[in-house]
């Protein structure tokens, strides 16, 4: 952008430095799916710890109506370590349906991690990161159909993403199971100490501001904004 003199005259910008980090967002609010039936890859359980319950479902069968809720049946909530999630045993007088009996006591490694990034006008969107093939797919809640390939291994597909995010930097932390995407992978540029005349902060670059900057009396005679 420019900046007309008449506002600006011998002002001072103050601001901290801006690191790449600052253009990173990190999500969470991640859920575990694992495939916890050796005999039959079909059967899922979906683990949500922000809510603290726990479904089975057939795979590819994720409306609110396939779901079964089978946390009341555990001792406790499934526990995440590192890539592996580990179910507790069955409480007193649980019957162990709906593969309850089957989970109990056993640890699985998370195949699918489902992450929620943020409400849009169309619905919650979220990312499913198969950890086994690196590929990261983006839709929306309970809408199968609209999940598409974000990023497969070190190819992206950023024009699959409902909600225009760039996946060129995605990083999955095992330990954590949090996603961070890097907002702009653009490079970067200090400015001056000192702006003595006319300069243009173009959108192909992430401008960075460490300490003061003053913007000179008469730096600039104009005063227009770039697209």
Not at 114 to 126: L, N, R, S, V, W
Not at 168 to 193: C, I, R, Y
Request: glycine share 8%; proline share 3%; aromatic share 12%.
């Amino acid at each position: 952008m420019f900046f007309k003199s008449k506002f600006l005259t011998k002002s001072v910008v103050t601001a901290s430095v801006l690191s790449g980090s600052l253009f990173a967002t990190d999500y969470t609010n991640t859920s575990f799916y694992v495939a916890y039936d050796n005999n039959d890859k079909t059967q899922y359980a979906l683990v949500m710890p922000a809510i603290n319950k726990v479904y089975t479902h057939q795979a590819g069968h994720i409306q609110a109506a396939d779901l079964t809720r089978v946390d009341d049946q555990f001792s406790g909530l499934p526990t995440y370590n590192n890539g592996e999630l580990c179910f507790p045993t069955l409480k007193a007088g649980a019957t162990g349906e709906s593969g309850a009996s089957i989970m109990a006591g056993q640890c699985y490694d998370v195949d699918f991690y489902y992450t929620q990034k943020k409400t849009i006008a169309e619905g919650t969107a979220f990312m499913l990161y198969y950890d086994v093939s690196d590929k990261v797919y983006e839709g929306l809640a309970g809408q199968p159909t609209t999940f598409l390939v974000v990023k497969d291994g070190s190819t992206i597909h950023n024009e699959n993403s409902i909600t225009e995010d760039d996946y060129t930097n995605f990083s999955f932390n095992h330990a954590t199971a949090a996603v961070t995407l890097q907002e702009s992978s653009l490079p970067q540029e200090a400015l001056p100490s000192s702006i003595t005349g006319e300069m243009t902060l173009t959108k192909d670059k992430i401008w960075l501001i460490d300490g003061l900057v003053v913007v000179e009396s008469g730096a600039f005679d104009n005063y227009r904004t770039c697209g």
